[in-house]
């Protein structure tokens, strides 16, 4: 799939509302949300849908985004809505449920692969959303939840 829409057209794509929506859905687990980290948190989560759909592997989210993407998917029909602009059906979020543990180094490198397919899908990567970018913690996700777009 190739999306043709430029990285500030597609964040156009969310609406000041729903920004301000998901807003208030992340600060009920991250309450010190800034409004400034929260309208950050949704384009590093547009970001990340985007380079999903664009992707061969699955990408895998830092924890701060995933705040972010279980909102949004919360509200399945502005969530839908968004994928359809992408040209897709649905973009299935898809938790690890090996609950033996994770492979930190596997995760890094996950990580870092999603940074790097971020960067390519024409979108910054914005530190303190992303562990060993900057200030962001460490991520459950590398445990292995992941993107799964229908129509790649």
């Known amino acids: 799939m190739t999306i043709t829409k430029q990285p500030g057209e597609v964040l156009g794509f969310i609406s000041p509302v729903l920004r301000e929506r998901l807003a208030q859905d992340v600060r009920k687990t991250w309450p010190e949300l800034s409004d400034d ?14 380079a999903s759909t664009l992707a061969d592997e699955p990408l895998t989210p830092s924890l701060r985004v995933d705040l972010f993407w279980h909102a949004f998917i919360q509200r399945s029909v502005s969530y839908v809505a ?4 992408l040209g897709v059906d649905y973009i299935h979020h898809v938790p690890d ?17 999603t940074k790097t397919a971020i960067r390519a899908a024409g979108f910054a990567v914005d530190p ?25």
């Open 37 to 50: 980290q929260a309208e950050r948190g949704v384009s590093q989560m547009v970001a990340f849908l985007v």
């Open 82 to 85: 968004f994928a359809e602009s």
């Open 97 to 113: 449920d090996d609950e033996t543990g994770s492979d930190p180094e596997a995760g890094g490198a996950a990580l870092e692969a």
């Open 128 to 152: 303190e959303f992303w562990p060993n970018e900057g200030a962001a913690g460490c991520t459950q996700c590398h445990a292995g939840c992941t993107d799964s777009p229908v129509n790649k």
